[in-house]
C-alpha cells in the first residue's frame, strides 16, 4: 500500500527579506471589513431572467461600451474587482517567497496558488462591467496584501492588476473577450500573470478560457478549460496542469499534471485534483503532498454564493470612503443597490451611470490614460507586461490618512455632475 505521508524538501535555505511597514497598520480601515451582505429588501429576481439575454448570442461583449448586462443576472461586484477575488489564497504565496529561489518546492506552492484562483471564479451571476479609469483597492495588512486595480481601456476591456505580498509582487494586464454562443458563454481572457519574488525569480502564467453553461435554460454553472503552464525564470522547471474540457454531462472540474525540466516530461511527482475541492502532488514513494484545498462555505454566502473573502471586496468600514479616490468601484451606487436587494432602483442607477459615461466620453477630446499604469506598446500582449504600475497610488493614500494631500487626476466616474465633467479632472 502507498503511503501518504506528506512530502517534505529536505535542507531547503529559507531566504530572508524584511516586511514593509505597511504589514503593521493597525489603523486600517479595512482590518474591520464586513463579514456578510444585508438582508435584500426585494425578492430575487428568477434564474429565467438569462432568457433576457438571448439577443446577444454570438455577439463579443467587449467591443461594444455601452452594453451592459441587465442587474437581475449580475453579482454586486465588478470585473475589476473580480481581480481581488482570486487572491483568497495569496497565503500559498507567502509561503513560496520563504523557499529557494528555482525550487521545486516553490514551483509547486505557486502552481497550486494558479489553482486556487479558478476556484475563485464559480458563480453563474455576471460581475458588472467596469468604465475606463475605474479603480480597486485592497489594502488588508491582515492578509499580507495591498493592491491596485485599474480599468485601462474599454473596446477592447484591459484590466490591470498589481498586487504586493510578503515577499512578492504579482502583476495582470489582461483582455477579455466575451462570446454569446447560444446554450453557453466563453470568457477568453489574452494576458500575462507573473509573481515576482524578492529573491529575483519570476514564475509566470497564461489565463484560461471560462465557459458559463445553460445560460437560457437549465440550471447555469462555470467551468474552465485549457492548460496552464506555470514557468520559472531561474531553472529549467515548469509545470503543466491541463483543466478537463466540459462534455455532456455534469462538470467534472478534474485537473491533472506533471513537471517538465528543459521542456522534458518528468515521471514525478504527479499532479492531480479538482480545481473546486483540492491540488495534490503524488510523489514517486507514493508520498503526497496537499498543495491546496478549497476553504468550507461561508456560514453567510448571501445569494450570490460569496465566500468570505468575496463578501468583504466591496466593503467600506468606518473611515474607508476619506480615503478612497473618485474613481473607485465603492462608489458605484448601482452595485451597492444590488447588494442590498434593491433591484429595480438598482437598474436604473445602472443606466444613469452608463448614459453618464457615454456623455464623458463624447465630451472627451483625447484618448484616455491611466492615472496608474503605464502602457508599454513594444510588450505583445500575453507575453510581455504592456501595462505596469507606475506608482503613486499608495503614497497618495498614505497622505490622505495623514490629513494631507488629494487624489490628483482621478476621473469622478459615479458622481451626479454632468456627464460631460468626468474626465476633466483627470485631464483627458
Known amino acids: 500500500m502507498k503511503s501518504s505521508a506528506t512530502h517534505i524538501i529536505a535542507d531547503a535555505q529559507v531566504p530572508s527579506f524584511n516586511e514593509p511597514e505597511w504589514l503593521n497598520d493597525t489603523e486600517e480601515p479595512f482590518l474591520q471589513r464586513r463579514d456578510r451582505l444585508p438582508e435584500p429588501v426585494q425578492c430575487p429576481k428568477r434564474p429565467g431572467v438569462w432568457e433576457l439575454i438571448k439577443d446577444f448570442v454570438g455577439m463579443d461583449l467587449a467591443k461594444i461600451a455601452d452594453l451592459s448586462l441587465p442587474v ?44 486556487s484562483i479558478y476556484s475563485c471564479v464559480y458563480r453563474p451571476f455576471a460581475p458588472f462591467r467596469s468604465p475606463a479609469g475605474e479603480t480597486v483597492e485592497l489594502i488588508a495588512p491582515d492578509k499580507g496584501i495591498r493592491a491596485i486595480g485599474e480599468k485601462c481601456g474599454e473596446c477592447p476591456g484591459i484590466n490591470a492588476f498589481h498586487c504586493e505580498g510578503r515577499g512578492w509582487v504579482l502583476s495582470a494586464d489582461e483582455v477579455n473577450k466575451i462570446e454569446f454562443r447560444g446554450t453557453h458563454a466563453n470568457i477568453r481572457p489574452t494576458g500575462l500573470i507573473r509573481v515576482d519574488f524578492h529573491d529575483g525569480e519570476t514564475l509566470s502564467f ?74 495534490s502532488a503524488t510523489w514517486k514513494d507514493g508520498s503526497q503532498q496537499l498543495l491546496w484545498q478549497k476553504n468550507p462555505p461561508h456560514e453567510h454566502p448571501s445569494r450570490f454564493n460569496f465566500s468570505k473573502w468575496a463578501v468583504s471586496l466591496n466593503s467600506t468600514p468606518p473611515g474607508m470612503e476619506r480615503l478612497l479616490p473618485p474613481s473607485d468601484v465603492r462608489w458605484r ?39 496608474w499604469f503605464t502602457f508599454h506598446p513594444e510588450e505583445e500582449i500575453g507575453v510581455g507586461r504592456r501595462f505596469t504600475y507606475k506608482g503613486g497610488y499608495f503614497e497618495t493614500r498614505d497622505m490622505l490618512k495623514r490629513g494631507e494631500g488629494k487624489w490628483e487626476g482621478c476621473p469622478d466616474l459615479f458622481g451626479d455632475s454632468p456627464g460631460a465633467d468626468i474626465f476633466k479632472c483627470a485631464g483627458t
Not at 481581480?83 to 509561503?95: A, C, I, K, Q, S
Not at 438598482?346 to 484618448?367: M, N, S, V
Open 206 to 279: 497564461n489565463p484560461l478560457v471560462t465557459t458559463i453553461q445553460h445560460i437560457i435554460l437549465g440550471t447555469h454553472y462555470i467551468d474552465h478549460y485549457g492548460t496552464l503552464h506555470v514557468r520559472s525564470s531561474h531553472s529549467g522547471l515548469s509545470t503543466k496542469v491541463k483543466f478537463k474540457e466540459p462534455v455532456i454531462g455534469p462538470p467534472q472540474h478534474k485537473v491533472k499534471g506533471y513537471v517538465e525540466k528543459d521542456g522534458k516530461k518528468q515521471s514525478f511527482p504527479q499532479l492531480h485534483g479538482t480545481w473546486d475541492g483540492a491540488f
Open 72 to 115: 437581475a443576472v449580475c453579482e454586486p461586484v465588478t470585473d475589476m474587482q473580480r481581480r481581488g477575488d482570486f487572491l483568497e489564497y495569496v497565503e500559498l504565496l507567502h509561503e513560496a517567497a520563504h523557499l529557494p529561489a528555482g525550487s521545486m518546492e516553490r514551483l509547486l506552492k505557486v502552481t497550486g496558488f494558479v489553482v
Open 333 to 371: 451606487k448601482d452595485v451597492r443597490l444590488l447588494e442590498q436587494g434593491q433591484y429595480e432602483q438598482a437598474e436604473r442607477e445602472r443606466r444613469r451611470i452608463l448614459q453618464r459615461l457615454k456623455e464623458g466620453r463624447q465630451a472627451r477630446t483625447t484618448p484616455h490614460q491611466p492615472c
